[in-house]
Nanobody, 117 residues
Framework: QMQLVESGGGLVQAGGSLRLSCAAS????????MGWYRQAPGKQRELVAA???????NYADSVEGRFTISRDNAKNTLYLQMNSLKPEDTGVYYC???????????WGQGTQVTVSS
């Protein structure tokens, strides 16, 4: 059974930090790559950070140098450390495995991040 539960969002001032967490079922987490996606108001969902099971990471240009993705394979948990937040980082953040997105289009409830100026 697939399950994704995101947490850690909230309201923060520009320049602040938040740490998101995602508890995933083993059926999803055992898949190689995981990622954090963001859906800003009125925009399509986009992949902002990804990590392989071995720890290789990749970031969207808009968050490079400010966000850090990490994973705990023993706990089936994904993290996103977000620093130097900007108002344009506002949106609902989701974790997922890209292959799950493509094959099943299954999503968790997401966690809202709001950055005030």
């Amino acid at each position: 059974q697939m399950q994704l539960v995101e947490s850690g969002g909230g309201l923060v001032q520009a320049g602040g930090s938040l740490r998101l967490s995602c508890a995933a079922s083993g059926s999803i987490f055992s898949i190689n790559a995981m990622g954090w996606y963001r859906q800003a108001p009125g925009k399509q969902r986009e992949l902002v950070a990804a990590i392989t099971k071995g720890g290789s990471t990749n970031y969207a240009d808009s968050v490079e140098g400010r966000f850090t993705i990490s994973r705990d394979n023993a706990k089936n948990t994904l993290y996103l450390q977000m620093n130097s937040l900007k108002p344009e980082d506002t949106g609902v953040y989701y974790c997922n495995a890209p292959v799950v997105v493509i094959k099943y289009n299954y999503w968790g409830q997401g966690t809202q991040v709001t950055v005030s100026s």
